[in-house]
């Protein structure tokens, strides 16, 4: 969920966008006898979200087997100029549990068939506080946060499973750039000079460790060198304020658009393809989203489409580029409740430069999901999935995995 509230009301969105609902208006546990309302007005908003992605392996050299992924989260904004008279300043948190099986490590796919699996643990995830100027259109957050919450993350996340397309693209961390939930101190300062434009850029721990030195998150580490990214963002058919504008039913309608391109620069040290040792890395990403077509130019039905291209040197990094691609129908079947089809692709390729003596050159890894999400009641999201692997991990393998992902909003 989201740290404050644009001037109409909507949630401008936060760290945590890849696990924000798109339709989801309603909670399973009610309004508590009016509480919920009541807290809100006062400038105090509680979410609590349960989301598990069930996969099986269908076809591939392994077993067949079921993987079931599972995750609790909890998250509180607070908008301290409702609730003590400072007018501009906001406070978020939000902590998780997570665990289960995770289907990539299985297959020995580069690209993992959930975007949210990685490490079972019961966390502090992300907090800050944050201060905006200038009618929203300066903002800055001192806290604990993950810069792949922000950066090098797939503005139609949430249409998608797989994790380039479901998250962020899969090779930010060659420059330790943090992901959730193993996030670090952080800094960031954002500024939207015109109404569709922004400006970006944070400091951030680059642990590389965060989890193991970290485990409960409640106590910030200073480790690792200081990482620093940067992005600039045209949202063309979208206002932007001091953050990145959202993807939900609402702000989709029309021909809406974001177009993102940015940098992470690590200055530590890092090991070559060769064994010696540099000093420095970085990567480079471009990304777009645009809405191709609508029924009606005022509406969100209609067909959106999405790529990302990542780059980084080739004698430090393995897996140093990456290609994502999409599409998405909007209200694709004839039904009252929200809807949506995706297709997405993505391309990896190792490189051959940390190809093990004696070992097979590596192919690229492609991979190819589609999928369907249905609001199915105000807090409920189902989103049946299959997805198509050729050249598992770089080899000949093939793998082919379906399922589907739960999401309830307490």
Request: glycine share 12%; proline share 6%; charged share 20%.
């Amino acid at each position: 969920m989201a740290s404050s509230q644009a001037p109409d009301g909507r949630s401008l969105p936060g760290p945590d966008a890849h696990d924000s609902p798109q339709g989801l208006n309603g909670h399973l546990s009610g309004d508590w006898g009016g509480a919920r309302s009541k807290l809100k007005k006062q400038g105090v908003d509680f979410d609590f979200e349960y989301i598990s992605d069930s996969l099986w392996n269908i076809k591939s050299t392994q077993n067949e087997r079921l993987a079931s992924w599972n995750r609790g989260r909890g998250t509180v904004d607070i908008d301290l100029g409702a609730l003590a008279h400072k007018p501009g300043w906001y406070f978020h948190a939000t902590a998780l549990w997570q665990g289960g099986g995770n289907l990539g490590t299985y297959l020995g796919t580069e690209t993992s068939p959930s975007g949210m699996s990685s490490y079972n643990l019961f966390r502090l995830d992300s907090w800050w506080f944050e201060k905006q100027w200038r009618h929203d259109r300066v903002a800055m957050r001192v806290g604990q946060f993950a810069g792949q919450d922000f950066y090098g993350n797939q503005h139609y996340g949430t249409s998608f499973i797989f994790e380039p397309m479901g998250y962020a693209l899969s090779n930010l961390n060659t420059t330790y750039e943090t992901g959730s939930p193993g996030s670090t101190p952080a800094v960031e300062l954002t500024v939207a000079p015109i109404h569709n434009v922004y400006l970006a850029s944070t400091l951030l721990a680059g642990d590389r460790k965060a989890f193991f030195h970290n485990p409960t998150g409640l106590v910030p580490q200073f480790r690792g060198n200081a990482v620093s990214v940067s992005e600039i963002g045209f949202t063309p058919g979208k206002k932007t304020l001091a953050m990145r504008p959202p993807d939900d039913v609402e702000s989709r309608k029309g021909y809406s658009g974001v177009y993102k391109f940015g940098a992470s620069v690590n200055p530590g040290s890092f090991t070559t393809s060769t064994g010696s040792l540099r000093s420095g890395n970085y990567l480079l990403y471009g990304m777009a989203s645009q809405a191709l077509w609508r029924v009606d130019p005022r509406e969100g039905k209609g067909l959106d489409a999405t790529a990302a291209y990542d780059w980084s040197p080739a004698d430090v990094n393995s897996d140093n580029r990456e290609l994502t691609a999409g599409l998405r129908f909007n209200e694709a079947l004839p039904i009252s409740i929200h809807n949506t089809f995706s297709v997405g692709y993505i391309r990896n390729k190792l490189n051959q430069r940390f190809l093990p003596q004696g070992a097979q050159p590596y192919k690229a890894e492609q991979g190819i999901e589609a999928n369907t999400l249905f609001n199915v009641l105000p807090m409920i999201l189902l989103q049946p999935t299959f997805q198509y692997y050729a050249n598992v991990g770089g080899g000949p393998q093939r793998a082919v995995v379906a399922g589907f992902r739960a999401r309830v909003e307490f």
